[in-house]
């Protein structure tokens, strides 16, 4: 199976651009912040493709997720939209 080289990491508790530039998401480490909804990353922008979307409850918890093989691809830049007080790291390579 392959995998990603290069990995690095970006933290983002607000919606907007999380990384501008072609990459693999390989994994991601999400905290609700206690407010329940869902998590949206899309390819191009706030009006893009959505490429992945997690819902999550009102608890505290932190959810990490590594994707499998290379991960999810995108081609254009890696857009997030989060509720409330929800924060996100993702990994790409």
Do not use: W
Not at 34 to 59: F, H, M, P, Q
């Amino acid at each position: 199976m392959a995998s990603l080289t290069n990995v690095f990491a970006v933290h983002k508790d607000a919606t907007g651009t999380m990384y501008a530039g072609a990459t693999n998401l390989a994994g991601y480490q999400l905290a609700s912040g206690g407010t329940a909804g869902e998590i949206v990353l899309r390819d191009g922008g706030s009006g893009g493709t959505v490429r992945l979307r997690v819902n999550i409850t009102a608890n505290t918890a932190v959810i990490s997720t590594l994707l499998p093989g290379t991960g999810i691809r995108f081609n254009t830049d890696i857009h997030v939209t989060l509720p409330a007080g929800a924060a996100l790291t993702i990994f790409c390579g």
